[in-house]
Structure formats: structure tokens, C-alpha cells
């Protein structure tokens, strides 16, 4: 997950591309002190064809969705992120690489009314790996159930990206290492399953698939989408507005996360409880490997998922 920002020297800031060092906020800014701010998290592929931006639209879409509870203005529209994202990869000549817009209220003056701080925007660019571990694809990942609960979306949008709500997911990562684990699940106000900090959870059981529904507080995960509309291309069975409880996760044949950060990433124990065979499963392999078979040869039939560097 470290990135060394020695590897790229060009922040796209404001609508101008800054050298890495002087794309720098003032310590008022409203964001930092009140987490007004909205953000995403994109990858982008190294594909036969060249780099590819992998459901950039979508992304963008959800970009300007998650600014409107705030009433937070992008002054950008679409077309213009989409220009600087892909200007800024080719400065940096990357094959493949993750890439962060951010959008908060800047400073004007330090109040919780954020309406007469200047909207600002980032966008930076960076070389990244796989999230949870060189082996964690193939392998799976040991994770732990929170104790810290998902926020309902009668609090906080729970479909924004907020940057402020992310202390509930750093609060559970942090807790899940403590413990040992590569990462955690986080449970909603009623006990039942939400998802990870930054990832959607799948589970397999008897051979048909079940992820939480958006109204188990989940964030729309734009890999969640795509891994269901992959997994019914495939033929299985997809129940996508399921509740799971805590219960079913220790008796899953499989389960595994998805997220852009995380791609599709086995679960193999849950409160080291094993889960299956302690390993990858059949259908989530099988799932997983036509994903990352998309992503490297993007077919026909999920064209509209790429766009071209
Ligand atoms: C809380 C949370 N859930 C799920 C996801 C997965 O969403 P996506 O697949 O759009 O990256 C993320 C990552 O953005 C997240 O932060």
C-alpha cells in the first residue's frame, strides 16, 4: 500500500498541475478541521491496448453525488477531471496506477456553516500494488469482526465518500491489526453485516452468491457492481440486497471482499474461525480470475468499462 511520492512529481491542483511539493493547503482549511470533504479512489490498468481507467465514469458520477449532501460545488465538470487524470498519467508515463480526486471546502473563515469557504480540488496519481498483500488473492486474508459499528445513513450519507466519515473506518482498521488481522468487518446499527473499511463483502453458500444490500448502510461499491454483473455473465445466482448476520459468516463456504483497492480478495478466516477450507474458494477463483481477465483483455461486452489513457 506504501507508495513512495518520490515516484511522481505533479499534483493536478485547482485546475493547474503543481510540482508534488507545492500542492499545500492552509492549516484552517475547513476540510482538515471539520472533514468536509469527498473523495475517490480509481485504478487504473496496464491493459493490451495501453493504460486503462478502469469504470472512470462511474467513479466521477459517484465523485459529484458525494458532494451534493454538502452542497459542496465542484467547479470542474467532468470533462475537465477527465483531462487532467489522464494529462497527469501520461506526465508520469505510468502503465498502471491508483488515482485520488478529492474535492473539500478550503479557507475563508473557520465556522461549521462551510459555505463561504472556496470549493477545492486535487487530483493526484500514484503507483500502487495489491492492498492486503502480495499473497492476499490467492491466499485470502485473516480478518476480525469490528467492535466499532458502520454509522447509519440517518448520520452521515453512508452512500457518500466523505472524508470526515472515514475515521470510522480507520478507528476498525486500526482495532483489526491490533488484533492480528489483515483487515476487519464492520457490522451496522443492527448487528447485521455492513462491510469492510474500505471494501464490500461477497458470500458463497451453496454455490449461489449474497453481498449486503445498500440498505445495510454499505457504501455502492462501483467493484461490487461490477463483480455482480461478472458474476451473472458467469451464471451464478447473484442476491445483491441480502442482510447476512454476524452468524452466517463463521458457516460461509466463501466469502471475499471487493474494492477498488482490495479487487476481489479472498476471506479465509473470520475471528479465526477458518472459513471453508481456510483458502481461495471455487467460486470466488473462478469469479475473480474473469474479473482480472476483463481488466487485462476489457472484451467487447464491457468496453464502456475502460477508458483509454
Ligand atoms: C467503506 C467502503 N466500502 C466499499 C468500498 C468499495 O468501493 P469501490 O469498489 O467503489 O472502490 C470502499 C472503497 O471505496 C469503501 O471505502
Redesign the pocket.
Known amino acids: 500500500m506504501a507508495f513512495d511520492e518520490m515516484d511522481v512529481d505533479t499534483i493536478w491542483m485547482d485546475g493547474e498541475f503543481l510540482d508534488w511539493e507545492d500542492a499545500t493547503i492552509h492549516v484552517l482549511t475547513h476540510a482538515l478541521h471539520y472533514g468536509t470533504g469527498i473523495f475517490?479512489?480509481v485504478r487504473c490498468y496496464e491493459t493490451d491496448t495501453g493504460p486503462a481507467i478502469f469504470r472512470w465514469d462511474a467513479?466521477l458520477d459517484?465523485f459529484y453525488e458525494s458532494a451534493k449532501p454538502y452542497e459542496l460545488d465542484i467547479p470542474y465538470d467532468p470533462e475537465e477531471l477527465t483531462e487532467a487524470t489522464v494529462e497527469l498519467i501520461r506526465r508520469e508515463e505510468l502503465s498502471s496506477c491508483y488515482i485520488r480526486p478529492i474535492a473539500f471546502y478550503g479557507y475563508k473563515r473557520l465556522g461549521l456553516n462551510p459555505s463561504e469557504g472556496p470549493p477545492r480540488t486535487a487530483i493526484a496519481v500514484w503507483p500502487w500494488g495489491t492492498y492486503l498483500g502480495e499473497d492476499a488473492l490467492e491466499q485470502g486474508v485473516d480478518v476480525g469482526v469490528s467492535s466499532w459499528r458502520k454509522y447509519s445513513s440517518s448520520q452521515i450519507p453512508t452512500s457518500s465518500?466523505t472524508t470526515g466519515a472515514?475515521v470510522n473506518?480507520v478507528l476498525a482498521s486500526l482495532e483489526a491489526r491490533r488484533h492480528g488481522y489483515v483487515e476487519a468487518i464492520v457490522l451496522n446499527d443492527e448487528g447485521n453485516v455492513a462491510?469492510?473499511?474500505?471494501?464490500?463483502l461477497f458470500l458463497v453458500r451453496d454455490g449461489e452468491i449474497f453481498t449486503t444490500g445498500l440498505a445495510e448502510g454499505?457504501?455502492?461499491?462501483?467493484?461490487?457492481?461490477?463483480v455482480i454483473q461478472v458474476a451473472r455473465d458467469l451464471g451464478y445466482t447473484v442476491h445483491d440486497e441480502a442482510t447476512i448476520s454476524r452468524g452466517e459468516l463463521y458457516t460461509a463456504d466463501e466469502l471475499f471482499f471487493?474494492?477498488?483497492?482490495?479487487e476481489g480478495t479472498p476471506i479465509r478466516s473470520v475471528d479465526d474461525t477458518a472459513v471453508g477450507e481456510r483458502t481461495r474458494g471455487p467460486v470466488t477463483e473462478d469469479v475473480q480470475s474473469r474479473f482480472f481477465e476483463i481488466l487485462e483483455t476489457q472484451p467487447d461486452e464491457y468496453a464502456d468499462w475502460f477508458v483509454p489513457v
Open positions: 475517490e479512489g467513479h459517484r465518500k472515514y473506518s462491510e469492510g473499511p474500505g471494501e464490500n454499505i457504501l455502492d461499491g462501483i467493484t461490487r457492481r461490477s471487493t474494492g477498488t483497492a482490495a
